[in-house]
Nanobody, 124 residues
Framework: QLQLVESGGGLVQPGGSLRLSCTAS????????IGWFRQAPGKEREGISC????????NYIDSVKGRFTISRDNAKSTVYLQMNSLKPEDTAVYYC?????????????????WGQGTQVTVSS
């Protein structure tokens, strides 16, 4: 029902910034909570941030608080992740995912639709 496409990844130096976008096609985008996840080699997929359907509620894991900001524009069917003060440990493939229902949920298996991922590499 939803197709999600991430964009905006790339190579950046430590301390730099990137803005990731997650754009949806299909119906009902405004009904879904959207999460951002990342996965580094050999590690489990990790939820890092989520925004509810209206954009009125957001959450972040401690390691990205104060550095990353999630937002959404339902008129554009797009969710953004602004990433500042990037660190090498932020290097991963970043995915967006949609969860049926208005509010954010927990683990990856509770999300219904996924994008293809975009690589973020933070390195000197």
């Amino acid at each position: 029902q939803l197709q999600l496409v991430e964009s905006g990844g790339g190579l950046v130096q430590p301390g730099g910034s990137l803005r990731l976008s997650c754009t949806a096609s299909g119906s009902g985008f405004q009904l879904y909570a959207i999460g951002w996840f990342r996965q580094a080699p050999g590690k489990e997929r990790e939820g890092i941030s989520c925004i509810n359907n209206s954009g009125g509620s957001t959450n972040y894991i401690d390691s990205v608080k104060g550095r990353f900001t999630i937002s959404r524009d339902n008129a554009k069917s797009t969710v953004y992740l602004q990433m500042n003060s990037l660190k090498p440990e932020d290097t991963a493939v970043y995915y967006c995912a949609a969860a049926a229902g208005a509010e954010c949920v927990g683990p990856p298996d509770e999300y219904d639709y996924w994008g293809q991922g975009t690589q973020v590499t933070v390195s000197s």
